[in-house]
């Protein structure tokens, strides 16, 4: 079955520590993305890409960085500039952000991050 | 700026009670309108959509939503919830930003069906 695979489901880490989560698909999608879920303040765009190579910052990029080298992986790093990155991550996909601008995200299961 | 609104953060109802969702958003260009739902330990899931047409969509599992365009509005509606029906609710608008189309969240409605 396709679908978006995130792991792994829950990660500790030390404050000052980089982290990296990691997100892969097999839906053949251009566009993925990476949203923050915080209780009470729904999904937040950290990061998108659109194509292989690309990437876009979201809404609070800040203490956060990406890359695209393949389409089929989106990893998320947590920096250690990330001043609140305790939080529940959320990796999605879509067809596309162009022509296919009205298609809908698939989400994976999401990781959930303590930091202490 | 570009937000969506979901009013009702938690809702509790009995089993067989009607539910309405609220979601407002502010955008006036075209939108593309979304609901997704979140199940207990599941990933996000689509319930159902509004792109164009008929403004009164279904979806899965008995949903349905209604798009009121003076309002901006798309309020998701079931006759009759279910236990089941448990869930987060988030309503979501793709809209055109800075060339390119975005998708944003409200901040969800939990609901609660009791038994």
């Known amino acids: 079955d396709g679908g978006i695979t995130q792991s792994p489901k829950y990660l500790f880490r030390k404050e000052g520590q980089n982290v990296t989560l990691s997100c892969e698909q097999n839906?053949?999608?251009?566009?993925m993305y990476w949203y923050r879920q915080d209780p009470g303040q729904g999904l937040r765009l950290i990061y998108y890409?659109?194509?292989?190579?690309?990437?876009q910052k979201g809404d609070i990029a800040e203490g956060y960085s990406v890359s695209r080298e393949k389409k089929e992986s989106f990893p998320l790093t947590v920096t250690s500039a990330q001043k609140n990155p305790t939080a529940f991550y959320l990796c999605?996909?879509?067809?596309?952000?162009?022509?296919?601008?009205?298609?809908?995200?698939?989400f994976g299961n999401g990781t959930r991050l303590t930091v202490t | 700026a570009q937000s969506v609104s979901q009013h009702n953060h938690h809702v509790i109802l009995s089993e067989a009670a009607s539910l309405e969702l609220g979601c407002n958003y502010s955008?006036?260009?075209?939108?593309?309108l979304f609901w997704y739902v979140q199940y207990p330990g599941q990933h996000l899931q689509l319930l159902l959509k509004?792109?164009?047409?008929?403004?009164l969509v279904k979806g899965i599992k008995g949903f349905e939503a209604e798009f009121i365009k003076s309002k901006f509005s798309f309020n998701l509606r079931k006759p009759s919830v279910q236990w089941s029906d448990t869930a987060e609710y988030f309503c979501?608008?793709?809209?055109?930003?800075?060339?390119?189309?975005?998708?944003?969240f409200g901040t969800g409605t939990r609901l609660k069906v009791l038994a």
């Open positions: 999605a996909s879509s067809i596309g952000t162009g022509s296919s601008y009205n298609s809908p995200l698939h």
């Open positions: 839906l053949n999608h251009d566009a």
């Open positions: 890409s659109q194509i292989v190579n690309d990437f």
């Open positions: 955008y006036g260009g075209t939108v593309n």
């Open positions: 509004y792109f164009s047409g008929d403004p």
């Open positions: 979501a608008v793709n809209a055109k930003r800075k060339g390119t189309y975005k998708y944003i």
